[in-house]
């Protein structure tokens, strides 16, 4: 049965009354909870518009990079709006900070505006429901909503949402909606073509690297190639007289060059002869990287959590290994990029970023120094605007990559040097290089298992550049411990590192389940029951359960066949995985299939559910098998995809993805598929060979 919901009206809907627009409710994203204070200031930070002619438009603050927002988000509406769907629209919301952050990472989106959208759309149904009795002189229960059309129980009459805008301003925003059950939805759950799909097929998307403006130039950008390095001369001589050549502009830590064309740009900025000041950084490596980091975990480290107790008998069996995970890059299809038109009436920013906020922040911060900067902050504080406008577009893969905004300050730099606009593109190489890794991290597990076979103390070290990017998530695990403990060893060595796809989890997912694996075979038991015994947790097992089944695990020695497994929850979702793989006479490891079942709560899209496991598995695999970011002489030795290298599609194997048919509210989906496939493929290693792999990638 469907259950009343409260949308706490005085924070959460406002009606607009702007004549021949239509029926737009602004709504507050931030304050529909039920418990929210009705005496707080109402600014709403989304809008959902009605228009005459039937379209429905959404404007919202989230971020498309494949992930499918910009169709879940509408779906989330329109099942409760019901409205017909053909007639939906989305645009990305300008930066601004009335929509919050506008922050898109960690799985997030759907999880944080699962419920607040769907109020609104219940809202708006309602208004529309109550426009249309008050018209037939009717109660609003004689009433309903369908396809776009509010119909008349009794006489059977139906008036369009569109015919209804006008008349929907004066009806009172209700108390209390009624949110459809699991088993009334029409779209959620269903296979939905994204709305943005026909434009990307035909080109007619635009992306950050697609920006057109009149007058347009191109930047192209080099930045220093070792760590810790900042500009200190540029010779310009040898593009003197250039054509198309506009201007070399000189930054801190790189130099770029304007022109007509960005082949023009970046074929002058090849000629230039630049000097570059000396490094403490020059000898580094990922060998010293390596031996430091390994010194730390065999110290002492920073406590940082503990959970239990330990009661020992003193005839616990004692186990431990070291593990590490290498430097990853991004490496997005679209490289960085970056459109900047800085003019009298103040600054235009398109950027492929994953926080418009953030990007507008940054922007401000390198358009104006010094009593321009605070001016332009005491202005807005007042109300008045300072005319910086960031306009996301599209993202071309995102990954986190675009959580930091150093290439919008680059831009903004270049474009306040000439008086057109600029669009700066960064190469490849520069894309690979000048990346913020995933960062390097070593890590010492020791356990302690009684005679019960159960782990009484489970104590994990790691050590690494950042504190929350390696060790967090750590103890994460879904299993049944006496006593847990994580300590941290922090040792910076100047290589930029942030957020890579699932954040720490792509490493202590692997050195965890690794782990458990180790535990499993040296207590001789099978590591899939092992884990079953441990397991706290009901959507745990049945992942494990599901996935064991699918990939015929009990069978898997009377075949022949070497199957990992490999268990994680992650960003409110619960996903296990087995690989099947086999190892040549040359010692090579070839993946045979993999299996696949996650529990990722109420399904929205169940295509985008599928396509995104399958593409967090892919990018998992390239990380696991296929390449990494190797540090020598202080810079980054790889530079391009020959070296940087990625798995073709001949190469990919069968994958297969099972969705538990789950009540739960959505988790997160674009990020959960890349921490178990490491150590699937590292426990099918071992059960292929007897060998364990510690280290990854495994190259």
């Known amino acids: 049965m469907s259950q009343p919901e409260n949308p706490g009206r005085r924070n959460f809907i406002k009606v607009t009354t702007y004549a021949g627009v239509g029926l737009s409710l602004g709504f507050q994203l931030s304050a529909c909870s039920d418990d929210a204070e009705d005496n707080q200031a109402f600014t709403p930070n989304a809008w959902l518009t009605i228009f005459p002619d039937n379209r429905v438009q959404i404007a919202i603050s989230k971020v498309e990079m494949g992930q499918g927002i910009l169709t879940a988000i509408p779906i989330l509406i329109a099942e409760e709006l019901e409205v017909d769907w053909s007639k939906v629209e989305v645009e990305l919301a300008e930066a601004s900070s009335k929509y919050g952050s506008m922050y898109t990472g960690g799985s997030k989106s759907i999880r944080n505006l699962w419920s607040p959208l769907r109020k609104a759309g219940a809202t708006a149904r309602e208004l529309l429901i109550g426009a249309a009795a008050n018209q037939?002189?009717?109660a609003t229960s004689e009433c309903y909503a369908k396809e776009g059309k509010v119909w008349n129980k009794q006489s059977g009459q139906q008036i369009t949402f569109g015919e209804l805008t006008e008349a929907a301003k004066n009806v009172a925003v209700p108390d209390k909606v009624t949110l459809k059950q699991p088993n009334e939805f029409n779209l959620i759950g269903k296979p939905v073509k994204h709305l943005d799909a026909a434009d990307k097929v035909t080109g007619a998307a635009q992306f950050g690297i697609d920006v057109e403006l009149p007058g347009l130039k191109f930047a192209a950008i080099k930045h220093a190639p070792v760590f810790g390095t900042r500009l200190q001369s540029v010779d310009e001589s040898k593009i003197a007289g250039l054509s198309g050549v506009q201007k070399v502009v000189k930054l801190e830590k790189a130099v770029a060059?304007?022109?007509d064309s960005y082949w023009q740009a970046q074929r002058a900025l090849d000629k230039l002869?630049?000097?570059?000041?000396?490094s403490?950084?020059?000898?580094?490596?990922?060998?010293?990287?390596?031996?430091?980091l390994q010194q730390l975990v065999n110290q002492k480290g920073e406590l940082v959590k503990q959970n239990g107790t330990i009661v020992s008998t003193g005839k616990e069996l004692e186990i431990n290994a070291e593990y590490s995970a290498a430097f990853q890059a991004h490496a997005?299809?679209?490289?960085?990029?970056?459109t900047v038109h800085v003019h009298d009436d103040g600054c235009d920013i398109w950027a492929?970023?994953?926080?418009?906020?953030?990007a507008q922040a940054e922007a401000r911060e390198n358009l104006n120094s010094g009593v321009g900067y605070w001016a332009s902050?005491?202005?807005r504080k007042i109300g008045v605007s300072d005319n910086v406008r960031v306009f996301p577009t599209l993202v071309g893969g995102g990954f986190g990559r675009r959580l930091k905004q150093d290439y919008v300050a680059e831009a903004v730099i270049i474009a306040k040097q000439v008086d057109f606009p600029v669009k700066l593109i960064w190469s490849r190489e520069e894309d690979i290089q000048h990346d913020f890794y995933r960062p390097f991290s070593y890590h010492k597990i020791a356990a302690k298992i009684d005679e019960q076979q159960n782990i009484i103390d489970w104590q994990h070290h790691a050590a690494g550049a950042s504190k929350g990017l390696v060790a967090g998530s750590a103890l994460s695990m879904p299993y049944s411990?006496?006593?847990?403990?994580?300590?941290?060893?922090?040792k910076n060595h100047g290589v930029p590192i942030g957020s890579w796809r699932s954040i720490a989890s792509s490493h202590n997912a692997f050195v965890t389940e690794c782990f458990i694996d180790e535990i499993a075979h040296s207590l001789k038991v099978d590591p899939l029951e092992f884990r079953l015994k441990l397991v706290a947790n009901n959507r745990a097992k049945l992942v494990l359960e599901n996935v064991a089944r699918i990939a015929q695990w009990q069978q898997r020695e009377n075949s022949g066949r070497a199957l990992g497994i490999a268990l994680y929850p992650c960003f409110g979702s619960y996903i296990a995985m087995v690989v099947e793989a086999k190892v040549d006479d040359a010692d090579e490891l070839n993946i045979d299939n993999i299996y696949c079942v996650a529990d990722v709560g109420i399904v929205v899209n169940s295509d985008t559910v599928k396509a995104q496991i399958e593409g967090g598995i892919i990018f998992a695999l390239n990380a696991t098998v296929k390449h990494s970011i190797e540090i020598e002489q202080g810079r980054v030795k790889e530079s391009n995809f020959d070296d940087y290298s990625m798995l073709r599609i001949n190469e990919i194997p069968p994958i297969h993805i099972n969705i538990i048919n789950s009540s739960e509210k959505p988790g997160g989906v674009g990020e959960i598929a890349v921490p178990p496939l490491a150590p699937a493929v590292a426990n099918a290693y071992f059960a292929a060979t007897g060998k364990r792999l510690r280290n990854i990638p495994f190259l």
């Open 136 to 138: 037939w002189k009717v």
């Open 257 to 259: 060059v304007v022109a």
């Open 273 to 278: 002869l630049i000097t570059w000041t000396e």
């Open 280 to 292: 403490t950084r020059e000898k580094l490596s990922t060998a010293q990287i390596r031996t430091d």
């Open 332 to 338: 997005p299809m679209e490289t960085v990029n970056c």
């Open 352 to 358: 492929p970023t994953q926080h418009p906020v953030a």
């Open 377 to 379: 902050k005491m202005l």
């Open 481 to 490: 411990m006496a006593h847990q403990s994580l300590y941290f060893s922090h």
